[in-house]
């Protein structure tokens, strides 16, 4: 059924691309490659660049990311997968602590735009990976991206004030 269209903002605009971890989880493998494809476009549109790594389940994303962001090597991260609801409970483990996961990590400051599908069936899924259809990969990049830009721009605002910039991000001092 359709539902009203979503509004997208504008695509944030970098003088030195960001360098982006798409961490995915090919649980269900058509559904990721699809994500994953929307995720490099979205990325490849503002002049960043990206490695993919993968893990098992939604469930090793939010610790993949964690693990990741201790080497300090990247702007943003992109966590994207698939929980199709099974005959069990474990959907709903599956489903709020990948989330939960990421938002924690997101609020300590990492930037991260999270692209799992979370749906009753493999045909919700495949409309929403398609980059053609609904493109939640694209969209979970662009989210990851807003955050680098406004990272970025809050830093350079400090700076120019002659304010000292707390390293408090996971992976910075
Ligand atoms: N059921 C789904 C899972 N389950 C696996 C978990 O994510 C995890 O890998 C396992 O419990 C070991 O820690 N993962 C998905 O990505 N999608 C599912 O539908
Ligand atoms: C996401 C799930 O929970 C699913 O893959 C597991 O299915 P089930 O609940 O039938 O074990």
Redesign the pocket.
């Given at each position: 059924m359709a539902g009203p269209t979503h509004h997208a903002l504008a695509r944030p605009e970098f003088d030195e691309g960001p360098k982006i971890l798409i961490v995915v989880a090919p649980?269900y493998k058509d559904i990721a490659d699809g994500l994953v494809a929307g995720a490099m476009a979205e990325i490849e549109a503002v002049g960043g660049s990206y490695e993919v790594v993968e893990m098992p389940g939604?469930l090793e994303l939010p610790s993949a990311i964690g693990i990741a962001a201790r080497m300090g090597e990247y702007d943003g991260f992109v966590a994207l997968g698939c929980?199709?609801?099974?005959?069990?409970?474990?959907?709903?483990?599956?489903?709020n602590d990948s989330s939960r996961g990421l938002t924690l990590l997101g609020l300590q400051g990492l930037c991260i735009g999270n692209g799992i599908l979370t749906v009753e069936n493999y045909d919700q899924a495949a409309v929403r990976a398609d980059p053609q259809g609904q493109n939640k990969g694209g969209g979970a990049a662009a989210a990851a991206l807003h955050l680098v830009a406004l990272s970025r721009k809050l830093k350079q605002q400090g700076k120019s004030k002659g304010l000292g910039f707390t390293a408090d991000r996971l992976g910075e001092g």
């Open positions: 649980y939604a929980v199709i609801r099974g005959e069990t409970t474990h959907y709903d483990t599956v489903c």
